[in-house]
C-alpha cells in the first residue's frame, strides 16, 4: 500500500503563482510514476501532468503547458507541481496519483494509488 498526501492548497489571485506538493509513504520502493488530475465542480477528472520514475518523461495537459513544472524529489518521495499564471479556470481539487508502470500516463485508469486533493482556488 501506499499512503499519498497532498498540501500546499490554497487561495490565490489571478495572475499568482502557487506550488502544491504530494508526499508517498507506506511501499515507496520500486520505480513509479507520479500525476497529477484535478476536477472542478460540476466538471470531470482531467489529467494536469505526470512525471515518469526517473523523471526523464515529463507529460503536460495543453492547457498547463508553459505555465506549469512538475518535478520530482526521488529521494524524499515528494512530487510538485509548481503553478504560475494562474487562472480563474485553474481552480479545482488536485489529486495527486502513484503508478507502478513508471512511465507516467495521462489516463488516470493507469494509476494505482490516490491522494485524497488539495483545493486550489484562483480568484478574478
Known amino acids: 500500500q501506499v499512503q499519498l498526501v497532498e498540501s500546499g492548497g490554497g487561495l490565490v489571485q489571478s495572475g499568482g503563482s502557487l506550488t502544491i506538493s504530494c508526499a508517498a509513504s507506506?511501499?515507496?520502493?520500486?520505480?513509479?510514476?507520479f500525476g497529477w488530475f484535478r476536477q472542478a465542480p460540476g466538471k470531470e477528472r482531467e489529467f494536469v501532468s505526470a512525471?515518469?520514475?526517473?523523471?526523464?518523461?515529463?507529460v503536460y495537459a495543453d492547457s498547463v503547458k508553459g505555465r506549469f513544472t512538475i518535478s520530482r524529489d526521488s529521494a524524499q518521495n515528494t512530487v510538485y507541481l509548481q503553478m504560475n499564471s494562474l487562472k480563474p479556470e485553474d481552480t479545482a481539487v488536485y489529486y495527486c496519483?502513484?503508478?507502478?508502470?513508471?512511465?507516467?500516463?495521462?489516463?488516470?485508469?493507469?494509476?494505482?494509488?490516490w491522494g485524497q486533493g488539495t483545493q486550489v482556488t484562483v480568484s478574478s
Open positions: 512525471i515518469s520514475w526517473n523523471a526523464g518523461r515529463l
Open positions: 507506506g511501499r515507496t520502493r520500486g520505480d513509479y510514476a
Open positions: 496519483a502513484a503508478d507502478f508502470r513508471g512511465v507516467g500516463s495521462n489516463d488516470g485508469r493507469d494509476y494505482d494509488y
